[in-house]
Every structure is written in C-alpha cells, then in structure tokens.
C-alpha cells in the first residue's frame, strides 16, 4: 500500500473517531437528544467520577520506570510557561479590559489533553501509550489548575490568594484521582478484582460520555459576532504553539512516541473547564465559550494535518 495512503489511514483512525462522537453530540442537541441538562450532569459526571477513576485506573497499573519520562515533563513545564508568559504578553499589550485578558491568557495555554490528547493517545498506541500520558497528566493537570488561577484573578486586580491555589489543586477530582493512584503503582500494591472491574466499567465510558458532553455543549449561538481575541487565541493555540514547541522538541532530540505525545497535547483544543472557570472567577465566559468552540471545530483540520505531517516525515 502507498506510504502516503497508509499514513492517511493512520491519521484518520487516530482523530476521525474522537470527533465523529463530538459532532454526534452536536447531531444529537439539534435533534432534542441532548439538552443543557444533559451536557451539566455528564459534565459534573465525567469531572467529578468517572475521569478520576479512569486516570486512577491507567497510572495505577503504570510502571514508573518506564512511563515517567523526566526530560518530556521538564519540557512541558518549560514550554507551558512560555506560552503562559507570550500569552500574557500579548494580552497586556492587545488587549485593555482584565475580564478578556485572562480569559484569553487560559485560551492559548490550557489544553484539553484530559479528554481530547488521551483518546488521541490510546487511538495511536493503546494501553501502554495510555500509562505515559496518565503519567504525564499528573504533572500537568496541577499546572494547569495554577496558571488558570493566576490568569483569572491577576488582571482583575484581585488579590491572588495563595489558600485559594491550594484549594483549586487539592479539591480538583483529578489530581485526587491521579495522587491516590501514585503510591498504588509505585508500590505495586495490587487493587481487588472487585474495585478493578468497579473501575473498568466506569473507566469504559469516559471517553465516549466526555467527547458527547463537548459536542453537546458546543454554542453556536452569537458565532458571528465574536471577536478577533477568539480567533487570536485559537490561532496560538492550535498553530503558533504546537509548530513552536513541536519543532522545539524535536531540535531537542525527543523523538517517536515521545513527540507525539507532545505535539497532541500542545495542538489539543482549550478545555472546556477554562468556560467554568472564568465564569466563576469573574471573566467573560462568552469570550471563553467561543475559545472552546473555535478551538474545538479547528482542531479537527490541525491535529490531523499535524498527525499526517510528522507521520510522512517520520518524525515518529
């Protein structure tokens, strides 16, 4: 078969399947499927339950030694606060009012690679490639949670209340998820078959619930009258960022595996908690919405062309 057909093939049973499901939830709320009721439970289901348990489940089966790869997780908290520090920027400079700035800030850096990225990962290399990105979560979910916080609340002028970094870090069903599962893979301390199959069922229907609950969730309303700092934010964070920190790696000696993983977390659209943030927090989630929205659409086209490149290239 053509190397180039191959790759193609490659490409679209890599992304196609994720984003068939979210436009099955956008297919589905046009039709009364779904409603906002539905895409609010699924949301508190998936962040609250069954996305803990599903990341407990890969990193507590994990073996450290092979799945915790040091210079990858230096690099992600290197190029993340690049990004944090451009974003920021540019914002300053760009834009006036604080509500649009930090929203903007969390457009261009926070990454849906809980969701999105992980089921990219196990499309390309199943379980094992599932442990490292586990792996890998639990270094930057904490991040991640701090950057936002600060990006919400600085612009504002609020005081940046070190309780309140804590509390977002410690209270965050994710990082639960992820501690509670360190210690049970470092010491291999094996999980009972009723808790494991407990897990696996609600572990099973993650992915499928979250991508729905994304499609579901996607407004289209007022679409036309957004403003440029949604396009600005999207391209940064789906073109300017992964070509940067991807080349960037790649220079750096990462290779196969390693730089996929890379480029799908930095090319993942923003996540869909930066809209719950900035509403509570006080920003304009209207502009956070359609963040989310463009960035989701758009990244069916650069994740797949992204993919497809370093695929032909034989970058991995």
């Known amino acids: ?18 984003f068939l499901i979210v436009f099955l939830g956008i297919a589905l709320k046009r039709a009364g499927m779904v409603n906002e009721n539905f895409v609010l439970i699924s ?32 690099y992600v908290y290197a190029a993340t606060l690049l990004l944090f520090g451009l974003s920021w920027l540019l914002a ?18 926070r990454s849906n690679f809980a969701i999105v ?15 490292n990105a586990a792996v890998l979560l639990a270094f930057v979910v904490p991040l991640f ?7 919400l609340t600085a612009p504002l002028r609020k005081d940046l209340n ?13 990082i639960l998820g992820l501690l509670a599962a360190v210690p049970v893979a470092y010491f291999h301390i094996p999980v009972p078959e009723l808790f494991e199959r407990t897990g696996n069922y609600l572990a099973a229907v993650t992915l499928p619930l979250a991508l729905l609950g994304i499609g579901g969730g996607l407004n289209f309303k007022g679409m036309k009258d957004s403003s440029g700092i949604a396009l600005s934010s999207t391209f940064i964070k789906l073109v300017v960022a ?16 390693e730089i996929a993983m890379l480029f799908i977390l930095f090319a993942s659209p923003t996540a869909v908690v930066s809209f719950i ?11 956070a919405g359609d963040i989310v929205l463009f960035t989701t659409l758009a990244s069916v086209l650069t994740l797949s062309s992204g993919i497809f490149l370093m695929k032909t290239l034989g970058v991995f």
């Open 277 to 287: 943030m900035a509403e509570a927090m006080g920003g304009n989630s209207k502009l």
């Open 117 to 131: 990225g992980v089921a990219m990962v196990a499309n390309m290399f199943g379980e094992e490639g599932l442990e």
């Open 1 to 18: 078969m053509d190397l180039y057909l191959q790759n193609l093939l490659f490409t679209a049973n890599s992304v196609a399947p994720i």
């Open 145 to 151: 949670n701090v950057l936002s916080v600060i990006a």
């Open 43 to 74: 949301s508190k289901l998936v962040f609250n339950v069954t996305l803990p348990v599903f990341l407990f489940m890969k990193l507590s089966r994990a073996d450290f030694g092979q799945a915790m790869n040091v210079k990858q997780i230096v």
């Open 162 to 174: 070190r309780k309140n970094i804590w509390r977002e870090i410690f209270t965050n069903p994710l």
């Open 92 to 109: 300053v400079l760009f834009i006036p009012e604080g509500r649009n700035q930090g929203v903007f800030i969390q457009g261009c850096f």
């Open 242 to 257: 992964p070509l940067l920190f991807t080349a960037a790696a790649h220079w750096l000696g990462f290779a196969g595996e």
